[in-house]
Every structure is written in structure tokens, then in C-alpha cells.
């Protein structure tokens, strides 16, 4: 518990004086319940037998009454003390939630290559209400169990201590079996998850795959793998809840067991004068206050525990490194475009070089487009350039600037960037358009989607702009989603461009379509582009062709079809579909 | 107010009533568990309300009167009591869990096999997710009800009513406190608790807004840095958090007032019963034990009415996600196998339009009118552009949907005459995008043919020409994809497809080319498995490369639905129309 409550002291630190005052209330409510067994004891011993002495009942209504003002200020401590924590818990979350999204913004693209969403998102959600409810209840029940134990056995053993440590010598053995099944608990429970995440990723998969399932006709088959995940889960959820089903009768039968000692034992004493029938009836009442640290001690200890798990997941990133540290540059130029690689060695940690000892200059404004198998290096070589990725040896240089001497933030609003697969957002078209510059207005969101070609198509809307795009743009086909993307770059001005592979999902007639709107969004920019295509090939100036992560040549289309092999076959690949028509083709060239 | 009230009550309980109706069949199967469950529950219930009984009875019997014979039997009464109280409770913890989730079990695997069955229709109306859902969420939901419901409406009331008439036959007179313990236990449980539980759902959609939020944050985090856009993203994130948090402020302290109350009503009840206890005390209407009985029986109520109200508002949830599981399994499948289907016979292969038209609603007409003849072992490309029907006419050769006019003859049968699964066990399909199921990748091959050996799979491979490809992946045949496995790219999933469907050795073949454009190397490879896989089988090919094009036998240009030529390559283009000019719209060099 206090490795938790140290992982994020800072975190807590602003929220002390309310932590505190929940701590301080959780004591003074759980010391006042004592009064009642006092109290109870009292009017059972003293007050019962003064009133059926003497008939004068004003004594009785006074403690009657102080049990009920008891309860009221019991009542009133229990509010603040819930409230204050909660207070805690949901405001250091709140604050370790904003940092690890600041961080999770900031980590690099190293880390966002390995880590996969689904697990990042675990963190973010199921940890982050661990973390919650530990302080929310985790932290007051820690505690109140340790409190009420301690502080009954000792008001048990001033009162009667031979009967106080018959009572107690139950406890021991009931704590070690909770503790037991709780770990037992935990590791079911952790299986039930799997169990349902293997249940979910089948059903997923054959839902995905459902028409290539009946085209197959396998069905019986898919029937017999999904019947395994769910007998798989229905053991899995069966182990948890016999554990369950086990522990509170369990409790259960160590309260009754208590109840019983005190009954015959106490009992034994009372009649033979050693102690009165309030100490008896008041041990009962303790018995009931001691059985709530043992009803919460499993679920404590199995929440404590996932909290530790969560806090170490969570602290894991919270303390990586981040591209801020590697933002050091300063100078926040307009860009003009001249790039040039010097001696570029890449790999991605310790594997093999991707990029081996590149050096190339691309001029101010000139087209280069990449092109090479799968695998050449080709992405990874233009994400150097907005520095997802640093060079492990060699350097970059942007209009005679080495990268690094970039601001960060200046160098990236200057490059304009659109991929292969377009991620949309999931706000309005108008707003996706304006991600890159936020404060655009109006008019220039419709200026960057008429150079786009969307414009009539977004004006074609019932809301227009304000056209909500669903998850991942959907219910839009690729070439409009594709549009939007280059609109989204185009308003952002930038001095470079970078297209990455983004015609190649698109049929061919959509590519063609594509092609004016790839053209105009070029003019007075350095462009890099990535493809598969002659057709789109053909835009740039000049071809870098990439193989296995070094250059092969650099030149253009005429000369590369002369020289380069690989070039020169793709042409034909590509060509033997058309030549039929070669002279339309040809004649189009522009 | 109660008027209007009224009709909704009487609706929520026809739901209930239908609701329970459709659960029947899955609680029938268990009716003998479930009727000793709730034995066990009923030994439970009434060994709880006993044991204080008993023990006020050692109290004034045995200690006051200095019975030591009486208090040894009274407790030797009470172990027998406490160890039925054990086991009736563990066993109808145990019977209950075990009940509920076999019902689960079967609802899952129902559900799931119902789905099996359903044509493309409903799949082309229900998302991947929305179904998810109904097998995750809905069930989930249907999970918590019956986990901790299934015992609770009997149970819990039977002991509230135990204790409360405990408590009257103890006493009578004592038995007054309830006046004022129970509308306010009443008013706590069901009032203030049903506003927590809403509150904390109003709470959960906002954490799930922040949730959507942060995921596609995540997922669009390439975006996002390449437009320098994350100091904005964390301002949003920040307000969404921050909206969220203002949220929790109003809600937990519900759950402070709640608790609050009980903690006031248990203690004023304690008084009470002291108070009152004492005053009949003073007349000797009841004894020190009758009191300490009742002392324990007012805070005994708390529970069972906390568990009946925590019941009443899942059962509201309950009703919602049940409706949407049984409007799954009363969905029906609109391909319907004839009684006397044609079962046990040989493809040959003809493929035959008659007059064919199809529509999904009958405003939009997708095929007007096809009709050709593919005769076995021909290659028939369909070219035309999107939304000209291409796919519709490939679907209905598979059968995954019925013609609405006309017919599909397969060697001169109509398809509709055929058992399903025989037919479409001598056909195979390859989709454009191919689906990889997590696996190997020979498992994913052999998904055709579940019980394939390696050879066959290694066999078809060779025959393709990708054998070398997949050596030469990490772990040969056994190299894991999917989500966790290895990235291939989409020519290489194409060609995985292309071996799933050649293992079937089909009759007919279908295939929807891909048109992303493949790398040079991977472009080669599948044009050779094309032509491999296609030899001596009819295929229909939604066809993007022109080389597949040229090489049918048959070329349909498809035009709105309409068969605008047909012929073969050359034959086309000595015609200007429509084929001219796709082709040339498709003319990948032309730029």
C-alpha cells in the first residue's frame, strides 16, 4: 500500500489536507462505535434493572438518546470521510490521467511502433480506476481493518480477557484463510479475463470473416473453435464464483462460531457471577463490528494488490523518455526546402540497419518521389525527416540547419504529411480539415477543400461542414477520405510534403482522379513521395529507387527506364495490361 | 402523477413477463437445480432468523436463570443451527453460480450458432460491433442479473418477512420501532440508492466519452504529431477529463449520504429498541434477551432490502439487453434450404443468368434483367464500375443472396434446388480483402478444408508458385498472423487466399481482385497464381488487372445493372463503348 501512495505522492500531494481530514474522521467514526456496545451494555446491566427497580426513566432516555446522537454524528463522520476520499481518488486520477495523456502525446514513434492500443488503453481505463478506487476505499479500508482489530481486541481484553482471546483466537486462522483465497481469488479472476479476451477475439474474428465463413461453408467449424472459448470461459467464470460462493459462508460461520463462544462460555461466566450480562451482550455487539474488516479484508487485499500492478504499469510510462528531450533546436525559420542527407545510417533499436549510409540532395521546391520493393526502406527514410525517427549515424541537413537545431514544433507545422491509410477523426469535416490549424477559419477551410476537390462534395451534405465524420471517417469512401486528408495538409501551408503511399489503396480510377488535385497540392513545395504506381512515379522530378535501405539510382523516369532494372520492370509489369491502348496512355503524359 | 405512472408499470411488467417467457426454455433445463437451490436458500433463511431466536433464548433461559443445562443444549442447538446456516449457504451460492453460468453458456453459444445461420442480409445490416455487443456487453448484463439475482427475489423477501415476523412474535409491543425503522429503510434503499445507481451510469457514459477520446488519440497519434497538434490535444483532453470529473463531484457524494443514512438508522434503531426495551422492561412485558434479539434484527433487515433494490434496478437494464439478444435469435435467414434439396451430386461447372434482376429495396433495382451462359471450365470477367452490380452477380452465383425475379441455373438446375453447404462446398471465393484469421499460416489455408494435412497445403502452395514466399516467412507454415502475428502485405494476403480456395479444388471459383497496387515482385507472383489457380474451373473474376481481363474467355460489361456487351477481348474492342473506355480509365500508365 505505501509503495502505491509513494508512486504518486506528487500526485497527491495537493489533496493532502482533505486526505487527512478522511483519515481523521475514519478514526474518530470508528472509536465513537464503540460507544454503542458501551452504551448498549450499559442500559442492559444498569439502566434495565434501575428502571424495573425504581420505574424513573429519565436515565433510560438518556442513554437511549445518546445512542441515537451517536449515530448521528457517527453518520455524519462516515459522509465526510467517504466524500473526502472520494474527493482524493477521483482528483489524483484526474490529474495522473491529464499527465499520462500529455505524456502518451509526447512519447516517440519507437514507442508507439511497439506498444499496441489495446494494452495502452487497458492502462489508461482498468488501471486508472484501480488506482481510483484505492484511494477512494482501498486506503480507509486498509486501514479500518488494522484500526477495528487492534482497538477491539484491546477494549475485549480490559473487559474480559479470557473470553477476549478465546473470541480472538479465531481470528488468526479466519485471516490466513481469507488472505489464501484471495490470492486464489485473484489469479481466477485474472483467467476469467483471458478467458473472455480469447471469447471476444474469436467472436471478433469470425464476425469480421462471417462472409468468407459461409462462402466456405465452415460454419460447423467456426460453431466447434467458439464452443471451445466458451467452455473455456464458462469453467474459467465457474472457478471464480465457487471461490466466491465459498468465502462468505465462510464469514458467515466465523461470525456465528464467535457468537456461539461467547454464548456458552460467557455464558459459563455470568452465571457463575465473574462477569455481568452487559459485558456478554456487549462482546456480541463487538463481534458485529469486527466481522465488517473481515467481510472487506479479501476484497482489500485482492484491490491492493491490481492497484500495485497498476501503479507500477502506470509510473512505467509516466517516466519514459519523451521527444521533448530531444527538442532542443531553436530556430523556427520559414522553411525553404533544401534537404540533403549526409551519410544516413538508420535502424529501428537493435536490428539491422533499415537505411545503410544514404546521401542524396533534394533541391528547393524539387519532386523526388521513393520508390522500391516492400521492405527497401522507404518509410522509414522519409520519417526522419519530421524526426519521428533520429539517424544513428550520419546527418540531415533542411536548408544547410542540421534536424536537431529545428524547434520541433516549427519544423513539423512546415511539413505536410498525408499517408496510406487516412485517419480521419471523429469530429466534424470542417474541424478534421482544420486539425493541423485549429484556428482557421471558414473561408479558408472551404479554399483548402476547393484546391482538394471536395468542396462540392461537402457542400452536397446536409450539414456540410459541420458533417460529423463517424470512427475512422467512416460511412466515406477512400477517395473522399483521401481528399480530405490532402485538404487537411494543403491548409496547413507546408514548405515540404510528404505522401506516403497515399494512391496505392485507391482503384484506379480514383488514383486518376486523385492525380490533378497530387499535382497542384505539389507546386512550390519539396515533395517526397512514396509509390508504386509509374503513373503517380511520374509526377516527381526526379526517382530515388530504394533498394534494401541504399540508393540504386537517382534520376528520372526517361532515364531510369533506360538504366534500372527494377524500374524498368515494373513498367512492363504494369504495361503488359495495356498495350492496347499505349498510345492513349502515352499521349496523356503531361 | 400515479395516473400517468401507472400504464408504464403495467408495460415493464408484460416486458417482464415476456422476458421471462423467452429465459424458460434455459431455466427449464436447470428447474431441478433451481428448486434446490432455493431449498437451500430456505434452510439459509431460516437458520439466520433463528439464531438470534436461540441465542435469546441461552440468554434468558440459561444465563438469567443460572441454567447451565439449559444454556448447554440451547447451544449445542445453535452449532447444529449455525452448520445447516454453512452449508445450505454454500451450496446455494455454489447451485446458483453453477446455474447461472451454464444459462450463459448457452445463451453465448446459441446466440453465437444463430448467427452462423444468418445470410449476408443481416450482415450487410448490422455492424461487426453492434453484434459484438450483443455477445459481450448484453450477456454481461444478463451475467450480473442472474450472479446475483437469481436467488435474491425469493429469498430476500421471504427473509425480510422471517425477521419482521420474528420480531412480532417475540413482541409485539417492540415490534413498533418497525414503524419507523421500515419507510425510512424503505425511503434510503429504494430512493436513495436507485439515484445512486443512475447517477453512476450517467457517470460511465461520460468516462466512456473520455475513454473514445483517449483510443483514438491514441490511434491517430502519427496524425497528430505530424501536425505538430499535441499541445491542443492535451488542452481537449484536459476539458474532456475535467467535464468528467465536475461529473464525479456530484455523484459520490450521493454515496456519502447514503451511507450516511444507514449508519444513522441502525444506530437510532439500536436506541430505539433500547429505549422502547426499557420501557417495557419497567412493566416486565419482555426480558433483556427478547431486546438483545431484537437489537440484532434491525440491523438484519438492511441487507436483503439492499439486495432486492440493487435487483430492481438491474432488472431494468436486464429487460433492455435481453430484447436485443432475442431480436438476434428471432432474426431469420431469407436463404432457405427446399426440403428435398439436391444433396448428394457432382459440379460439373455451367453457370446460367435467366433473365436475372435483384434489389435490396425495390426503389433501387441493382440487376435488371442479366442473362448469359458460362459454360464449365470458362473464365468470366465482369468489368464496369462501382455500384454497376458487379459484386451482386458473383454473390448470387455463391448464393448468398436469392434472385428476386429470374434464375441462376448451376448445369441447368436452379440454385435454389441445391443443399446449400454441398454446393457451396464445391465452390470457393476469394474476397479483395482477404480475411487472415489469427493462426498459422497453415491453418489459414486449410480453413477451407478443416482436415487438410500439410502436404495437401504444402501441395496447393507449390502448384501456386508461393511455396519459396512462405518458407521464407519467419516460421514457414507455422509463422503465427493476425493482430499478434506477422505483418504480410496485401499481395501476400491475396495469394494466402488464393491457396485457401485452390486446396477445395472447386468448380467453380470466384474471385474479386485485388486493385491496390502490389510491388513488382508480389504483382508477378499473383499473376502466375492466376493463371494456375484458374485453369479448368468456371471463375468469375471482378477483374482490375487488364491481363486477367484479356485472358477470359468471356468479358461482361456491366453498366447500372445492365449487361451493356459481352464477348471476348478482341471482340470488344473493335466496338467503341463502354469497354473502350474503361479500359482506359483503368489504364494504370496513364497519367
Known sequence: ?590 | MKEKNKPANIKTDKTALRLLSRLFPYIKTNAAGIAIMYLFSLINVAATIALPFLIQKGIDYGIALKDIDYLVKISAITAIVLFFQFFSFRYQGRLMMKIGNRILYYIRRDLFNHIQGLSFRFFDKNRTGNIMTRLTVDVQVLEELLMTGLDTVLVDVIMIAGIIGAMLLLDLKLSLVLLFILPLLVMIVFGLQSRIVRAARGIQGRLSSVNAFLNESLSGVMVTRSFAREKRNIKLFESYNGNYYKNTRKFYPLHAYFWQSVIMLNTASAGLVIIGGGLLIKSGQVTIGVVAAFLTYVTQLFQPMQKISNMLNQLSRAYASCERIFAIMDEKSDIVEKANSISDFQLTGDVTFKDVRFHYNPEEPILKGISFDAQAGETVAIVGHTGSGKSTIVHLVSRFYDVTDGAVLIDSIDIRDYSIAAYRRQTAVVMQEPQIFSGSVYENISFSVPDSTIDDVTAVCKQLGIHEMIIGFPDGYDTLMGERGANISIGQKQLLAFARAMLRDPRILILDEASAYLDTRTETMVQKALASIMKGRTTFVIAHRLSTIRNANKIIVLDKGVITDIGSHEELLKKEGIYKNFLRQNNPIAG
Open chain 1, 1 to 590: 500500500m505505501l509503495k502505491i501512495l509513494k508512486t504518486f505522492e506528487e500526485y497527491s500531494r495537493p489533496y493532502r489536507g482533505a486526505f487527512i481530514l478522511a483519515n481523521t474522521c475514519m478514526v474518530i467514526m470508528d472509536l465513537t462505535s464503540y460507544l454503542l456496545p458501551v452504551l448498549i451494555k450499559y442500559a442492559t446491566d444498569t439502566v434495565f434493572d434501575h428502571v424495573t427497580k425504581t420505574g424513573d426513566l429519565k436515565i433510560l432516555y438518556i442513554v437511549g438518546s445518546a445512542i441515537i446522537i451517536s449515530g448521528v454524528v457517527r453518520g455524519l463522520l462516515s459522509h465526510f470521510m467517504i466524500r473526502s476520499y472520494w474527493y482524493v481518488g477521483e482528483s489524483v486520477v484526474k490529474d495522473i490521467r491529464n499527465s499520462l495523456y500529455e505524456k502518451l502525446q509526447h512519447l516517440g514513434a519507437s514507442f508507439y511502433a511497439k506498444a499496441r492500443t489495446g494494452d495502452l488503453m487497458s492502462r489508461l481505463t482498468t488501471d486508472i480506476q484501480l488506482i481510483r478506487n484505492f484511494y477512494a476505499f482501498g486506503v480507509e479500508h486498509r486501514l479500518r481493518i488494522v484500526l477495528i482489530s487492534v482497538t477491539i481486541l484491546l477494549i475485549m481484553l480490559y473487559q474480559n480477557w479470557r473470553l477476549a482471546l478465546i473470541v480472538y483466537i479465531f481470528l488468526p486462522i479466519v485471516y490466513f484463510v481469507i488472505v489464501y483465497f484471495s490470492s486464489k481469488l485473484q489469479k481466477a479472476v485474472m483467467r476469467k479475463h483471458e478467458s473472455a479476451g480469447a471469447l471476444n477475439s474469436t467472436l471478433q474474428e469470425n464476425l469480421t470473416g462471417i462472409r468468407i465463413v459461409k462462402a466456405f461453408a465452415v460454419e460447423d467449424e467456426q460453431k466447434k473453435i467458439f464452443e471451445k472459448s466458451n467452455l473455456r470461459l464458462f469453467n474459467a467464470d465457474l472457478v471464480v464464483t465457487t471461490l466466491q460462493a465459498h468465502l462468505n459462508p465462510l464469514l458467515q460461520l466465523t461470525g456465528g462460531a464467535g457468537t456461539l463462544v461467547i454464548l456458552i462460555y460467557g455464558g459459563y461466566q455470568v452465571i457463575h457471577g465473574s462477569m455481568t450480562l452487559g459485558t456478554l451482550i456487549g462482546f456480541m455487539t463487538y463481534l458485529m463490528i469486527i466481522r465488517f474488516p473481515l467481510f472487506i479484508l479479501a476484497f482489500n487485499t485482492s484491490l491492493v494488490n491490481l492497484a500495485e500492478g497498476a501503479s507500477k504499469r502506470i509510473n512505467e510510462i509516466l517516466i519514459m523518455e519523451d521527444q521533448r528531450e530531444n527538442d532542443k533546436g531553436t530556430v523556427t525559420n520559414r522553411i525553404k526546402g533544401k534537404l540533403e542527407f549526409q551519410n544516413v545510417t538508420f535502424a529501428y533499436g537493435d536490428k539491422k540497419p533499415v537505411l545503410r549510409d544514404l546521401s542524396f540532395s533534394i533541391r528547393e521546391g524539387e519532386r523526388v518521389a521513393l520508390f522500391g520493393l516492400n521492405g527497401s526502406g522507404k518509410s522509414s527514410l522519409i520519417s526522419l525527416i519530421p524526426r519521428f525517427y533520429c539517424p544513428d549515424s550520419g546527418k540531415i541537413l533542411l536548408d544547410e540547419t542540421p534536424l536537431p537545431e529545428w524547434s520541433l514544433e516549427a519544423l513539423r507545422l512546415q511539413i505536410g504529411t498525408v499517408l496510406q491509410e487516412t485517419f480521419l477523426f471523429s469530429m466534424t469535416i470542417g474541424e478534421n480539415i482544420a486539425f493541423g490549424r485549429p484556428d482557421a477559419s471558414l473561408q479558408q477551410i472551404k479554399e483548402a477543400a476547393a484546391s482538394a476537390q471536395i468542396d462540392i462534395f461537402i457542400e452536397s451534405l446536409p450539414d456540410g461542414y459541420d458533417t460529423y465524420v463517424g470512427e475512422s471517417g467512416s460511412g466515406l469512401s477512400g477517395g473522399q477520405r483521401q481528399r480530405i486528408a490532402i485538404a487537411r495538409a494543403l491548409l496547413q501551408n507546408p514548405r515540404i510534403l510528404i505522401l506516403d503511399d497515399c494512391t496505392s489503396s485507391l482503384d484506379p480510377q480514383t488514383e486518376r482522379n486523385i492525380q490533378n488535385e497530387l499535382r497542384s497540392l505539389m507546386s512550390g513545395r519539396t515533395t517526397l513521395i512514396i509509390a508504386q504506381r509509374i503513373s503517380t512515379l511520374r509526377l516527381a522530378d526526379r526517382i530515388i529507387v530504394l533498394d534494401r535501405g541504399m540508393i540504386q539510382d537517382f534520376d528520372s523516369h526517361e532515364n531510369l527506364l533506360k538504366k534500372n532494372e527494377l524500374y524498368k520492370a515494373t513498367y512492363e509489369t504494369q504495361m503488359v495490361c495495356s498495350e492496347s491502348i499505349i498510345e492513349d496512355s502515352l499521349s496523356m503524359r503531361s
